[in-house]
């Protein structure tokens, strides 16, 4: 039962952030919003972490069973997508390299300025 009304949280913060796709006019997927409104939810202590906790921890368990029916399609559709082979690869190297780069950089400013801050407090 714990489980159900964990999942029940889950599925109510998914639906919240459907509707906001629909009535909010901005190019956002309802998962983005459904992420957020967790997120602000965790962090305001709004929804408390053991209200999600266990139904969480099972749906990322059961996540790469997930991918199964997407990878099935993709398979099917191999011939449709072989012309755009090309530029598929292209885009994925360059997001993935950009997107590495932009971690470390950000990385390196929380790091140096944590650093900053703690020689700050230490000499006082």
Do not use: H, N
């Not at 993935?96 to 400013?109: K, N, S």
């Amino acid at each position: 039962m714990k489980y159900i009304r964990q999942l029940s949280v889950i599925l109510a913060i998914s639906f919240v952030a459907e509707l906001m796709e629909y009535l909010i006019p901005i190019p956002v997927a309802a998962s983005i919003y459904g992420l957020v409104l967790m997120l602000v939810g965790l962090v305001t202590k709004l929804i408390p972490l053991e209200k999600v906790e266990g139904a969480a921890d099972f749906l990322v368990e059961i996540m790469p069973i997930l991918f199964i029916p997407p990878t099935v399609g993709i398979m099917a559709s191999v011939e449709a997508l072989k012309e755009m082979l090309l530029p598929l690869c292209v885009i994925s190297v360059v997001s993935t390299i950009l997107i590495m780069v932009v971690t470390g950089r950000v990385a390196q400013a929380i790091i140096r300025k944590g650093r900053a801050k703690a020689e700050g407090g230490a000499e006082t």
